[in-house]
């Protein structure tokens, strides 16, 4: 995986080692001596990782990485701390800042490049979500606010033995999420088995013997209903290697016993806001998308959604058109004003959509037009259809408040062939439409010839 990574460091031999280390392993590296100039090229050069040292003059690793935390256009990025320190609560006091690891110096290489493939998977999920969500707002959606801080009401399974298990529930619980302690991977599996299952993390406690904890964490990373599910594993000093394979397989980070418990804190928050993070962004984007798609007023699908399903459609198949429009809709809004025409149209999309099936696709087309395409319907049944959707209108009157609308539907067929265009099959579902309005209204026709659609009779 080939990535750009950024390293900020006052000291020009540091920065020249790990610019070879990383070079030998074609990652793309730039170089920046301060702060300040970790800054500026942060926000000029895009990089999908920041090695970033924590002793350096005037603005130190802590306040460099608040700023680039800050700033929007780098605050996705991910911050590796480098440092001497091994202080504790120096560590904490890196992680509160919004960074993502720490390194001690002398950097070791098999870390290094474990925990930089590990940031640049999440990276790349994110940047995918990102993409699609600023597409989603190039369609008008609201931008999105930034990272969430709140952990509170998260909920997170814990695979521990007992006493190391409530050590971390009570981490976890000052934070206000929500622990579920288990003590087996059968456990663990079964409670991850459970359909309404959600998890915002994972944390696996790796007992000194076995490794049917990894097993376990690679069944996650394996199944897409926990893919995404971030992974903090717990591990001795010793365990060195299973944590690097850990991170092979796709784990997030990780603490080492005895476990400092604002570490572990730190550290968890960062996962559940990452993973609260990129949820919002799908959430987003589903909704985004259903609004790009929908017509506001009735909820049923735009003609912008319609004319695309209708091209798909019949290039796969056979497809029934129908046009369909409400007959004197002009009087009906004379009658009973602006709001009870609304209410009859959106009482009109319910019932076309209620005699339709889940495939068939109804759409509001213009202002009281809607176009409906019929899966797969042999053209006698699309007849019988068209004839129960207009039956469903003229059946029952629409109560609109003070008083009741009559309502009929005038209704043009174009059952297509295969190959037909779109705008071809929707000006033949038309035209017959036309015919259907000039003979008196509340009624179906057929269209004659799709292929070769006659002139509106206006
Ligand atoms: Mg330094």
């Keep these: 995986m080939s990535a750009r990574v950024l390293v900020v460091d006052d000291v020009p031999v540091n920065r020249r080692l790990l610019e070879a280390k990383l070079a030998a392993e074609f990652y793309e590296v730039a170089m ?10 942060a926000s000029k050069w895009s990089p999908d990782v920041i090695l970033l ?10 306040d460099t990485c608040r700023a680039l935390k800050d700033q929007p256009v780098t605050a996705h990025i991910p911050v590796v701390m480098v440092t001497a320190l091994i202080d504790r609560s120096e560590r904490v006091r890196g992680l509160e800042a919004g960074a993502d690891d720490f390194l001690s110096k002398p950097v070791d290489d098999a870390t290094l490049f474990a925990r930089l493939r590990s940031l640049l998977r999440t990276k790349q999920v994110q940047d995918a979500w990102r993409l699609r969500a600023e597409t989603a707002r190039q369609l008008g959606v609201e931008p999105l606010p930034g990272p969430q801080a709140v952990v509170a009401g998260s ?14 529930g009570a981490c976890l619980r000052a934070d206000g999420a929500v622990p579920t302690l288990l003590s087996t991977v059968e456990e663990a599996t079964a409670a991850l088995a459970v359909p309404s299952a959600r998890f915002d993390l994972a944390i696996l406690a790796l007992p000194a013997v076995g490794t049917e904890h990894l097993r376990l964490a690679s069944r996650l990373k394996a199944q897409q209903a926990t893919r995404d599910l971030p992974v903090l594993l717990v591990a001795d000093p010793a365990q060195r290697e299973l ?3 850990g991170f092979e397989i796709g784990a997030s980070d990780y603490v ?23 949820e919002r962004l799908r959430t987003d984007l589903d909704r985004s998308l259903e609004l790009a798609v929908s017509d506001p007023l009735t909820g049923l699908r735009n003609r912008r959604f319609v004319q695309h399903h209708l091209e798909a459609a019949l290039r796969a198949g056979d497809v029934s058109v129908m046009m369909i429009d409400v007959d004197r809709f002009k ?24 005699q339709l099936r889940a495939a068939d696709v109804v759409a509001r087309y213009g ?40 309502v ?14 779109a705008s071809e099959a929707v000006a033949a579902a038309d035209t017959a439409l036309y015919r259907a309005k000039a003979l008196g209204r509340n009624r179906v026709e057929v269209a004659q010839s799709p292929q070769h659609p006659p002139q509106r009779l206006g």
């Excluded at 924590?54 to 802590?62: H, N, Y």
């Design 32 to 41: 920046a001596a301060s702060g300040a100039e970790a800054l500026a090229m």
């Design 53 to 62: 040292d924590v002793m350096m003059p005037e603005m130190d690793g802590f």
């Design 155 to 168: 909920t997170v399974l814990v695979l521990a033995d007992a006493a190391e298990a409530a050590e971390i």
């Design 243 to 245: 944590v690097l394979r």
């Design 256 to 278: 080492l016993r005895p476990t400092d418990g604002n570490e572990l804190r730190a550290r968890a928050r960062n996962q559940i806001r990452r993973r609260r993070y990129e």
């Design 331 to 354: 009087a009906i809004n004379d009658g009973h004003g602006h709001a009870g025409g609304d209410i009859v149209l959106r009482e009109v999309a319910e019932r076309l959509r209620s």
């Design 367 to 406: 202002g009281e037009e809607f176009l409906v395409v019929l899966a797969d319907a042999p053209p006698e049944e699309a007849v019988a259809i068209a004839e129960r959707l207009r039956v469903a209108l003229e059946k029952t009157p629409i109560p609109t408040g003070q008083s009741e609308a009559s």
């Design 408 to 421: 009929t539907v005038s209704i043009g067929l174009a059952i297509t062939p295969v190959g037909v265009s």
